[in-house]
């Protein structure tokens, strides 16, 4: 074996690592309201038993969908078993709050989600907190708008460290928030608006069949674009 075909045989190698996606593994891509309607829609199921989830516009006129201390959540197509790109236009509306995203297994028992805090104003944390976070839930439960069950026991783990994003968590326009997985390198990813803010690596969880968003004092969601094999 030459050495030019060395180089390009670990560039290959290289290249499938990084877990690329091509228009053909689009899952699914909704922008909410975008044609008129006033609710998330039928695809779309409620986790949580409070709550609600409603479309209305924004500063900028244009619809988002807004939920308020609620989870919904909707089946994948097809199981992804070897890398994701899931990416959501997201914000808070007031202080105080938590919105998460993420997949998870059909059962909604383990999953990969990113969080973002926007703790009171009062603390300093004007972008918030942004976390990689491993949810295991336990006994049937699903998981909460606070990642706490019925006991108060926590259904999540941080993945890393919990780091201020590049983003006012209340300033328009919205950013874009890009969670990744890849399964050859079991690596994890988060960017906001294409900036790196958190990389973990695990490999405990392998097949992801639900997407699920929570919101927390109306966190706004407008977009939710995903990719995955």
Avoid: C
Wanted: aromatic share 8%; hydrophobic share 35%.
């Amino acid at each position: 074996m030459t050495k030019k075909t060395i180089l390009l045989t670990a560039a290959a190698a290289l290249f499938m690592g990084t877990g690329h996606l091509s228009a053909q593994d689009a899952v699914l891509e909704q922008a909410f309201g975008e044609h008129g309607e006033t609710d998330a829609g039928k695809e779309w199921e409620n986790v949580s038993q409070r709550g609600q989830a409603v479309i209305k516009p924004l500063k900028d006129g244009k619809p988002a969908l807004r939920i308020n201390n609620h989870v919904i959540g909707r089946s994948l197509p097809k199981p992804l078993t070897e890398r994701f790109v899931l990416e959501v236009e997201a914000l808070h509306s007031e202080d105080g709050a938590m919105l998460w995203f993420g997949l998870f297994d059909d059962m909604l028992e383990k999953g990969y989600i990113v969080s973002w805090s926007n703790p009171p104003a009062s603390q300093g944390y004007f972008n918030g907190k942004v976390a990689l976070r491993k949810v295991t839930t336990q006994n049937g439960d699903k998981p909460e708008i606070l990642l706490m069950d019925r006991d108060r026991n926590r259904q999540s783990e941080v993945l890393g460290s919990e780091v201020p994003p590049p983003h006012s968590t209340m300033e328009e326009p919205l950013p874009t928030i890009k969670l990744t997985w890849d399964k050859p390198t079991h690596e994890l990813t988060v960017y906001f608006d294409g900036v790196e803010v958190a990389r973990a690596t695990d490999d405990e969880f392998n097949q992801f069949d639900a997407l699920l968003l929570s919101g927390n004092k109306f966190s706004i969601y407008r977009s939710v674009t995903l990719k995955g094999q």
